[in-house]
């Protein structure tokens, strides 16, 4: 179907949107990996899988191991983005972080539970960046720090929160920035920047006064200026040579706060994608993913109502993601690790960790995995065997 010419003039504007926006990644760049399903050539297991890099295969014609005509699946490996995050962790600071920045942010308040993926990107990407970190997690702190805890750790100040104080979230996160910006400081949610220019570059010194300017993220990063950098990513997937524009390509991805689910799916409205998206819901009800999913497309119609009206509004009627159960459910052997994995019979394409088989689908990121803290780690151990 021909777009119209007001649809057409949206998807333009989002691509402007997506040109002009400043990015903490450097690139939108991402390792996609094909597998494909084979016939078994062995009597005790059901299938073959063979394997290939489609990244470094482009331009030479598919690749090996990958036959062609086999039922067969790609992964999105965003877990390879950064040493120290998570893939759509990374994603979803991607415009957010340079946005606070230019609004003069000097210190970032999030929260998360003990072994946050998303606290620990934040620990990370605002260290890069000369932003100081203030992470609240939940519980109490481990007697051995491991994962992604231990990344907070490292990069963030972390202050440990009861269950009972984490409960009332908001309450908790906005007292904390108010005493780290002290008198003199201001405290404000970065939800709250919205029907402001965010293209225009403000001047930072506006805000010398203040010896603290002090934002707030919520957990998850689940606000709508962090669609954009899942909207990216969208962009440059559509991009790749196996994805054709009229290909009709369905994204299965885990759901947490939803945030990512609900970014790849506007991405691929905006971008005029005939893409569809299943999330499967890990943390909540339908009934909350909904609300989110709502929520974070009223804001994204306040930031933007101009694509919102000409392309979103049209394509969807109101609802871009297909929420479903899922269909085992997710094993903790140890809850002190973090989760770093998608769901195996369901990935197709996913944001984080995506690894390939049962028994590796739940092996939780530890420090061995971790190289570039591999050594310390090994020089203590050494230290503590006897001979
Ligand atoms: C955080 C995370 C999710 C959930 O992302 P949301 O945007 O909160 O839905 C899914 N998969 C992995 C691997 C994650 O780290």
Request: net charge neutral.
């Amino acid at each position: 179907m021909r777009p119209t010419p007001a649809l057409a003039a949206g998807r333009r504007t989002v691509a402007n949107l997506l040109s002009a926006t400043e990015w903490m990644l450097p690139s939108p760049a991402s390792q996609v990996h094909t597998i494909s399903v084979l016939p078994s050539q062995s009597p005790t297991s059901r299938h073959e899988f063979a394997f290939s890099n489609l990244t470094t295969s482009l331009g030479n014609g598919g690749g090996k191991g990958v036959e062609e005509g086999s039922p067969r699946f790609h992964l999105v490996r965003d877990d390879l983005l950064h040493q120290l995050t998570n893939g759509n962790k990374a994603r979803k600071l991607d415009a957010l972080l340079p946005l606070l920045r230019r609004r003069g942010a000097t210190d970032i308040v999030t929260c998360g539970g003990c072994q946050s993926a998303h606290a620990a990107a934040v620990a990370v990407h605002c260290a890069e960046r000369g932003i100081m970190s203030h992470i609240l997690l939940r519980g109490e702190q481990l007697d051995v720090p491991t994962g992604y805890n231990l990344i907070s750790l490292m990069f963030g100040n972390v202050t440990y929160a009861s269950r009972s104080l984490y409960a009332q979230r908001d309450e908790m996160l906005y007292e904390h920035a108010t005493k780290i910006a002290g008198s003199n400081g201001t405290v404000m949610w970065a939800d709250d920047i919205i029907g402001e220019d965010l293209v225009v570059d403000e001047d930072t010194t506006y805000y010398g006064n203040c010896l603290r300017r002090v934002m707030i993220v919520k957990e998850g990063a689940g606000s709508v200026q962090a669609l954009l950098g899942v909207m990216r990513l969208v962009d440059y997937l559509s991009g790749m040579i196996l994805f054709g524009q009229d290909e009709n390509v369905h994204i299965v991805v885990d759901s947490g706060t939803g945030t990512t689910a609900v970014g790849l799916a506007l991405g691929a409205v905006c971008l005029g994608l005939q893409w569809r998206v299943t999330a499967v819901m890990l943390a909540d009800t339908l009934e909350r993913y909904r609300q989110q999913e709502k929520s974070l497309l009223s804001d994204f119609e306040k930031l933007y109502p101009g694509i919102f009206h000409r392309v979103v509004e049209n394509d969807t009627h109101g609802s871009l993601v297909q929420w479903v159960e899922r269909s085992s459910p997710r094993r903790f052997e140890d809850r002190q690790r973090p989760r770093a994995s998608v769901g195996g019979s369901h990935a197709v394409v996913g944001p984080g960790e995506v690894l390939p088989s049962r028994k590796e689908t739940h092996r939780p990121i530890s420090l061995e995995s971790t190289s570039t803290i591999q050594p310390r780690r090994q020089r203590g151990r050494k230290m503590n065997q006897p001979g």
